[in-house]
């Protein structure tokens, strides 16, 4: 089972911009499906965004498209949260997830690894 561990998250001022790491170990990182979700304190894990094996094709909420993109490097092991034109509300706990094939890709529960989840809080 990969284990993840995310990193970049911080306090930042709304409009600002902010990336995202996840770094993936104990398996074949090419082998997995990877997403991003959120959770704000009081409300439901939600899904940011997701990547397919290659990088070839990715997926958005509708609440940050256009201002956030996912991105992966599979020689470096990591997958990467670009975060632009931040708003208070995407203050919340992300969190990286790792599946084989994961169906739906926006379902948390499609899911089988998770990291720890790293905190972004945005002020207004």
Known sequence: Q???VESGGQLVQ???SLRLSCAASGGTFSNYFMGWFRQAPGKER???AAISWSGGRTYYADS???RFTISRDNAKNTVYLQ???LKPEDTAVY???ADRSPTPYYSK????GWGQGTQV???S
Request: overall charge neutral.
């Open 95 to 97: 969190y990286c997830a």
């Open 46 to 48: 939600e899904f940011v």
């Open 109 to 112: 529960s499609s899911y089988n």
């Open 64 to 66: 940050v498209k256009g």
């Open 83 to 85: 975060m632009n034109s």
């Open 2 to 4: 990969v284990q993840l």
């Open 121 to 123: 809080t945005v002020s």
């Open 14 to 16: 709304a409009g600002g």
